[in-house]
C-alpha cells in the first residue's frame, strides 16, 4: 500500500517534504503554504508538482491519504479537525493544542474519525532519546530517580505570532523524555513565572514571563520532574535537551547545545568509603537508523537529533499498519496539558495544579 501525503508550512515543513518523497510506502506528495512564493520556491527546489494555495483548496481535492501540518501553533487545533473532518489521517508540528479544551476536541475528533492523528514529537525520536532508553532497558541507571528538562531559546526577531507565547506551551520537547521513559503521566505540578515580560515582547500570544520554571510531579511513583522553559529576557544561547537519573547511573544533556552528553555509572560502596565513586565519560549517542527503511537513513544527519525520517516513518508506518501511533491524541495530550497546566500555575503564582489524566497507552 502507497500512501499520498500532503505538507502544510514550509518552514519547518520544508525539512520534512523531501523525507516523505523518500519513503518507499509514499505516493505522490504534494505541498501547501499560505506565502505562494515559498510554497513555489520549495516546491521547485525538490521538483514537486502537486501544490495548493491553501489547507481548504487541498482538502478539497481528491485523493490523498494523509495531511502533515508544519504551520504556526495557533492554527494546529482547528487544521487538525479539518483534516481529519475530511477523512484524512493527520500529523501534527507540537504543541497539540494550547488549551485543554481544544486537546479533548481533538481525542474525541481522532476517535469518531477512526483516522491516524500523530504529533511529530522531535524528542523522543532523537538519538540521545534513543540512547537513554537503552541504558533505561539495560538496567545501567538502575531505577529511575529524577528528571530535568530544559528549552532555552531566544525568540527575539521570530515571527510576531511568538511575542507573548507561554513558554510552558511548549514544554513537551523538555518534558515528554521523562514522561516516555517513565511510562507514566504527571499527575500534579507546581510552576513558577520568572522575568514579567517587557511591554515589547507582550503580545498576541501572552503577556506572561519570559521563563517559566516547573516542578512536574509524576503518577504511579515519587518521581519529579525539573522543567525550566524560557523564550524571552534570558541572555543565554540556545539549550533544548533532558537529563535522566537514576539509583545506579545516569545521562545528562550538555550545559553547551552540540556538547558531549555525559554518562555517569555509580560503583558499589567500597568499606570505610565516604559517597559511593561515579565514573563519567562522554558519549555520542548514534540512534537507530537501522529502524528505518535504507532510503531514510541519510536523514539522520539532520536537526532535531536526526529524529526528523523516525517520525515521518512512524506516522506512515501506523497508517500502512492499520494501527495507531506511538504519539496518538491520548499520548500527545498526556504530554501536552501539562505545560498548558504549568502556566496557569505561573498565572496563579504557583499553586499546585492537578493535571487530567487522558488514559494514555503504556
Ligand atoms: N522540534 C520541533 O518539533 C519543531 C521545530 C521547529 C518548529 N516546530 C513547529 O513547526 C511549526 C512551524 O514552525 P516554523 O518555524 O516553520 O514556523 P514559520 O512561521 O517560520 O513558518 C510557518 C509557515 O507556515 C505558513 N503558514 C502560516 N499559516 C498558514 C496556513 N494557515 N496555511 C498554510 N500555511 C501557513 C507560513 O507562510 C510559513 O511559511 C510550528 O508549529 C512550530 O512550533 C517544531
Redesign the pocket.
Known sequence: MCIDVIV??????ADFAPIYQAHPDVGRVAV????PA?TAAVADRLGITERFA??DEALAAPGWDAVHL????R??AEQVLQVLGSGRHCAS??PMATTLTDLDALISAQEDAQRNYMM?E?AVYSREFFHAAQLLETGKLGRLTYFKGDHLQNLDGY?DYWRGYPPMHYVT?ALSPALALAGTRVESVRCVGSSRLTPDHIGVAGEGFGTEAALFKLAGDDLVANVTMSFFQLGRSYLEGFSVYGDEGALEWPQLEGGPMKEFRMAPLAQNQRGRAVSEFDVEPTGAPELLPAALREFTNGG?GGSHPHLVHEFVSSIVEDRQPRVDPRTAATWTAPGICAHESALQGGTEIQVPDYGARK
Open positions: 502544510v508550512g514550509l518552514g519547518f515543513g501547501v503554504d499560505a506565502d515559498r491553501s489547507l508544519l504551520t504556526p501553533v492554527f494546529h508540528a507540537v511529530m522531535t515571527p520537547h532535531h
